[in-house]
DNA sequence: ATGTAGTTTATAATAATTCTAAACTAGAAA
DNA sequence: TTTCTAGTTTAGAATTATTATAAACTACAT
């Protein structure tokens, strides 16, 4: 297995959630993480891309543990959708969606192209954790 | 089995989707939408208050076809969520969610209660269809 | 009254996810 | 370094939600 130059540094970050830096987690995050840009997936794809190769077999199971993990670590976000899959992102901060009905694909929009004028109270005891928003197209 | 005063308006309302009125679909229609409020439900809840009398039994299989049709014909608005549910809304005008992260409950948001100053074009060859928020809340 | 396309139904099949428990391992402590 | 233990991985079973199948039934046009 390549080590990357960012493998510390998962080690970290993986250690600062009380996470052991297991190797099967730490190729999960060189996968997710480095890269520029951030996306979109399922564990359905994860589990292809991360086991196409002849290196290292991560475990279905272990796929589901870990971005069920990462997720409660707030390394990654659960996407809203009507789909009955769960869908992921990489890119955790606040943002939204297209959501296109015929490809059933999402696309991001940046959280700075959609401004709220106003927003509701919360019910009484509770607190705003996000908001999304999904615009859904059509042809 | 007891014909409310509205069944008339339901069997118009069927026959203008090109759905027969059948009685099971007549026994949902009442059930969902002979009320005051409008609520929220998944397959599993509706099976359980339609068949839990002594009455005619409707099948699952036929509650999933009906709440597929009903949606499809917008009688019915499916909501986002992130559990491996479908979940499903009486209430088809536009308007948004509080979802507890921790009860897993769903809560309206009139639409008047949330404004937007600014909202993305769709891509091109796409228009919007609709827009939902949800506001995500924890203790 | 009859024919037929639409509908319902029980059941099987599929898909996504969670559970289980045995084997393995990271890392603390001896 | 060795040992111990709690945390982790794994294959496979179990569960859950949904969709498919095909036979029986029914609304309604003719």
Redesign the interface.
């Known amino acids: 297995m390549i080590i990357s130059n960012n493998s510390k540094m998962y080690v970290q970050k993986l250690r600062s959630s009380n996470l052991r830096p297991t190797k099967q987690r730490l190729k999960i995050c060189q996968f997710l993480f480095d890269r520029k840009k951030t996306f979109h997936f399922t564990v359905e794809t994860l589990n292809k891309k991360i086991n196409n190769n002849r290196t290292m077999k991560v475990s279905l199971a272990t796929i589901y543990n870990t971005v069920e993990a990462f997720t409660s670590a707030g390394y990654l976000k659960?996407?809203?959708?009507?789909k009955?899959?769960?869908y992921y992102d990489t890119n955790i901060k606040s943002h939204h969606h297209?959501y296109?009905?015929g490809s059933k694909e999402l696309?991001d929009?940046h959280y700075s192209?959609?401004?709220?004028?106003?927003?509701?109270v919360?019910?009484k005891?509770?607190?705003?954790?996000?908001?999304?928003?999904?615009?859904?197209?059509?042809?």
């Open positions: 659960e996407i809203l959708t009507s009955n899959k769960s297209f296109d009905e696309t929009i192209q959609i401004k709220l004028s106003k927003v509701p919360p019910p005891g509770k607190k705003i954790k996000n908001l999304e928003v999904v615009i859904r197209i059509q042809k």
